[in-house]
């Protein structure tokens, strides 16, 4: 605990120097920066008809665990011996001491800060290896979320022969290096998964959806909740599910995701059907739906439930597809809310994003 109470205090120092010196396009583990401020900066950089169509996916080999210490030690700004003596403190597992010879300290609180500094500094060498990048129109843009990232292009030879080298030698220097199966150069027209969406133009038209790995992802979860839970009252098992249901759906919410949460919907209703049939095997099936399922307004087949902890007030099952979709607005790319010049901006933003939940609730 007094580690962790150091690493907090150490990072109210390290923060503001973090927000000031990093990549303007930098979008993970940095405060009022989220995975929709880096999903809408890809929207603008490839939706366009003249945008860049080829996109390299880049996937660092165990980042956290690789970053070289010497690099660090050599480069934050921030008290050396402290820095080295988390860096070397090593991590105990099944009460063995294993000593880390590379990467963030395990579990810490400084850690995210660490990684983003060290991956800082990707944009400007690709500026400086591409000064004249926009006059030549080779369409290059960089969008980072922590460890994940993608550059964007104007051929597949120019970011297979021209970017790649600049990007290996960036990351060679701070121990780093690139997975050769995971890192590939994709057409627009074939898509690509990022940060939990696929990103694809149909027709020319670009459009982000949850991608297939994602909603299998959480079926898998939503699944093992309802079955984890065979014996547990329908009220209780609500409480389970809509932080979940309510979660996913937030996160998709500024993409193309009506139709995906109607799928969700239908599939979380086949497992609660089977999970209420097997509680009562001899029971028919409209005995069944009386009991869970309940008519409310147009709808007849609310999962809902009295909740005896609320004075028997009822509680339904969320429904994804209730969810509105809004268009994210993504923060400015220059926006610091740790500078009192840019307080205003951020005021406002909270505000709007406060106006839109109330809303989205209604």
Request: net charge positive; hydrophobic share 40%; aromatic share 10%.
């Amino acid at each position: 605990m007094k580690d962790r109470g150091m690493q907090a205090l150490y990072l109210l120092a390290l923060e503001p120097v973090a927000e000031t010196t990093a990549d303007r396009n930098s979008y993970g583990f940095r405060p009022e920066r989220s995975t929709a401020d880096a999903g809408a900066k890809c929207f603008m950089c490839l939706a366009g008809k003249n945008r860049a169509e080829w996109v390299l996916e880049a996937d660092i080999t165990g980042c956290f665990d690789n970053i070289s210490h010497d690099w660090m030690t050599a480069n934050i700004p921030t008290d050396k011996t402290v820095l080295q003596k988390w860096l070397k403190a090593g991590f105990v597992y099944q009460h063995k001491l294993f000593p880390t010879e590379a990467g963030t300290p395990q579990g810490g609180v400084i850690s995210p800060a660490l990684a983003n500094l060290t991956l800082d500094g990707l944009e400007k060498a690709l500026a400086e290896a591409f000064p004249r990048a926009a006059q030549q129109g080779l369409k290059m843009n960089m969008v980072r979320y922590a460890d994940d990232f993608i550059i964007t292009g104007n051929s597949k030879e120019w970011l297979q022969d021209e970017v790649m080298p600049v990007l290996v030698n960036f990351l060679a220097v701070r121990g780093l290096t690139l997975s050769p199966e995971k890192t590939k150069i994709t057409h627009i027209t074939e898509g690509f998964d990022f940060l939990g969406w696929n990103m694809r133009k149909y027709n020319g038209k670009l459009l982000i959806k949850p991608s297939k790995a994602n909603i299998k992802a959480h079926l898998k979860k939503m699944r093992e909740i309802i079955k984890g839970n065979k014996a547990m009252k329908q009220e209780s098992l609500i409480r389970l599910l809509n932080p979940v249901l309510r979660g996913w759906a937030n996160y998709h919410c500024h993409i193309v995701a009506k139709k995906t949460f109607g799928y969700v919907d239908a599939q979380v209703w086949s497992m609660l059907w089977r999970w209420a049939t097997r509680r009562h095997p001899n029971k028919g099936a409209r005995w069944v739906k009386a009991k869970y399922f309940k008519t409310r307004g147009s709808r007849n087949w609310v999962f809902a439930a009295e909740d005896e902890k609320q004075g028997r007030k009822e509680i339904r099952l969320l429904l994804e597809s209730n969810t509105p979709i809004r268009r994210h607005i993504k923060i400015k790319a220059d926006a610091n809310p740790l500078d009192q010049k840019w307080e205003k901006y951020f005021v406002a933003r909270r505000v709007n994003k406060r106006q839109n939940s109330s809303k989205g609730q209604n």
